[in-house]
């Protein structure tokens, strides 16, 4: 049984990454579909598709390297926990490594990047640190 589909999520990105696989596949959510959203908007990968199956449906997401094989996602990170969820408000929000990485929040309005919070004057679950 898992208990945190999102660490799930993170791992699995996190391994394929690691052996420079194309791309990682797992079983879908809404909230999965959101991360893979803010993913490629801030470019962290190529995109992400769908995959109606029977009886569950897939997310396959394309990783993303640079021209001589570098790894763009060097490092993935799980803040909020099923034990100890993380909480802040968009004025609290910091740039990641100046700029260089996201924050990934869950928000009444949806999976947003920290940049688009502080835009939109949101706050929210803190689910991941991307650099």
Not at 7 to 30: C, G, H, Q, W, Y
Request: charged residues 30%.
């Amino acid at each position: 049984m898992m208990t945190d589909p999102i660490a799930d999520m993170l791992t699995r990105i996190r391994n394929a990454v690691r052996v420079e696989r194309p791309f990682v596949e797992m079983t879908v959510s809404k909230v999965k579909r959101g991360v893979a959203e803010v993913l490629k908007r801030e470019g962290f990968i190529w995109g992400y598709e769908e995959i109606e199956e029977s009886p569950s449906s897939h997310l396959r997401i394309e990783l993303k390297y640079g021209p001589s094989g570098e790894q763009v996602i060097r490092h993935l990170k799980r803040v909020s926990k099923p034990g100890r969820r993380v909480y802040s408000s968009a004025k609290d929000l910091r740039p990641v490594l100046n700029g260089q990485g996201i924050t990934i929040l869950s928000t009444s309005r949806g999976v947003l990047s920290d940049r688009e919070a502080r835009q939109q004057n949101l706050g929210g679950e803190v689910l991941c640190e991307v650099w």
